[in-house]
């Protein structure tokens, strides 16, 4: 019988940023992990970045300090698959964003893996019933998609595929629940799941309106941080409606569902062109590359301050 | 010549809720009001929720003390449209959201304000070209869009006609700015403004996921405000997907442009059939309508709390 620690042990398979904001979110919530990338070099680097992200969140107040005692202690440099699974009560895989490479890591992962251990991909694309399809444990084997930033942002979609079972999907979202964060249920497979569709959708508007010369990326990004955003960050799109219109949704769609209909005509769109086009000038302009750095840590300090004060 | 007080004086005509925000905005920054509603009684009871609005901002930290004294002696009760308009240095007209009876509204304000004087309208989809068309005044006829709820969020749409000057343009800004709010600029109209427009592409991509089975509305809405809303309160779409490639927005582009596009297809959406099939019970089920007032206060109260924070 395993002792409390190892009981609570997970292993984190990739371990690039989002393999590292996997970690600080378990660490940060009382978990040991084990670490594993298959490039020489990648564990170390990454359990000093993690390191740093957990000292960022704690000088924030985002993290109970009971939870970081002796936190180094509970970092374990796996140097195989076997290695890093061994003991652990769940897997979170952030390989590549490649289906054939996605099979033949998780054949591999479920080879070495104790049964009815979960095995969840960060894919933030690839259903679980692609990568899985040939997996002999493909009953265990699950999307749970973080949001970026992923050591901040509380959502995760949760996708199961047909063939996953239902004590597997409810254990992770136990797990990613006891991490203090939000699992984000879907109950059927979609192409880009709902973040990603609903962020598309977004997104293709605004690339409309910037073809057509309605408006500058700049005044379309500040329609969103000074308006839009702001409530979206209180509640989403369906609870915003709902309190717009004394009659609740149904008055609301009365009232609006021509005016959104009429909006929205087929389009011939391409990303590519526009930026080519001056997009990319402008927004280089706005937020060059050498200052990505720093507006990434104004990005994260700014959802820390945000995050801490709605909770 | 007027004295100073006289200068900041502005006129707001439709004294719903809209208009009430409005008056909050300018008496909040140290403007004078005149409230104008042809209703018998709506200015008196705007008074009050005037007054009201600006205690809860007081209490929240928002408003500069210095800009509240003596303000009750800042509010006018006009009797008539000409009454109304005198002296001020700008109209803001909310009144019914119907393009006949703005028309003429927009053409009786016209005859009675003095020349060079901004006549904005807070509409939310009709555009200064239709309801000024006729006005003799038309080129300092101008959108000013407020977002919901308007005494508290910063983007403010401002949407020229092809035949407004450029310097009502520049005037309208500079006023809408110095109550501390963000003016969006539009370069062309557009049904739908960009706000609602953005707003319409997401949620129409939210009605899809809904009709499709893919995830509830509350769901849906965890994925906003738990997940895509938290970094759209601090940053738009672009600065988002420019910050989410090491390349910037050519690298995201040309990574995920595929994706996104793959992911829209035509559809046959049908909203009102939706909410008889069972989002409004879901809402309401959520959300009810008893408990709409209390719902509001919160988000509004959050909100708060947010802007004092990123501001």
Request: proline share 5%; aromatic share 6%.
């Amino acid at each position: 019988m395993k002792n409390k620690r190892e009981q609570k042990k997970v292993a984190i398979i990739g371990c690039g940023l989002i393999g590292q904001s996997w970690a600080v979110n378990f660490l940060s919530s009382g978990f040991s992990v084990s670490l594993f990338d298959p490039i020489e070099g990648v564990v170390e680097a990454a359990k000093k970045e993690i390191k740093e992200k957990l000292d960022v969140l704690k000088t924030n107040g985002l993290i109970n300090d009971g939870n970081l005692l002796n936190y180094s202690d509970k970092i374990f440099l796996a140097r195989s698959l076997p290695e890093v699974v061994q003991d652990v009560i769940y897997v979170q895989e952030s390989g590549p964003e490649d289906l054939y490479i996605k099979k033949k890591l998780t054949q591999n992962i479920d080879k070495v893996t104790q049964e009815h251990i979960p095995i969840a991909s960060s894919t933030s694309g690839i259903p679980a019933s692609s990568y899985a399809a040939d997996v002999p444990g493909q009953s265990r084997c699950i999307v749970a998609h973080p949001i970026n930033p992923p050591h901040l942002i509380p959502a995760v979609e949760i996708i199961p595929a047909p063939f996953t079972s239902k004590i597997i999907t409810e254990t992770v979202k136990k797990i990613i629940c006891s991490m203090g964060k939000q699992p984000i249920e879907l109950k059927k497979e979609i192409p880009g799941f709902i973040v990603n569709r609903l962020q598309g959708a977004l997104l293709i508007e605004a690339f409309n309106l910037v073809k057509d010369g309605i408006a500058s990326a700049q005044e379309i990004d500040r329609a969103i941080s000074e308006g839009l955003g702001l409530r979206w960050a209180i509640m989403g799109p369906f609870k915003t409606i709902h309190l717009n219109a004394p009659e609740g949704i149904k008055g609301y769609v009365e009232r609006y569902e021509n005016m959104y209909q009429d909006m929205f005509k087929s389009s011939d769109l391409n990303w590519a062109e526009l930026i080519k086009d001056g997009l990319e000038t402008d927004l280089l302009k706005l937020y060059p590359l050498e200052e990505r750095e720093e507006q990434e840590e104004q990005r994260n300090s700014k959802l820390m301050q945000l995050i801490s004060h709605k909770t």
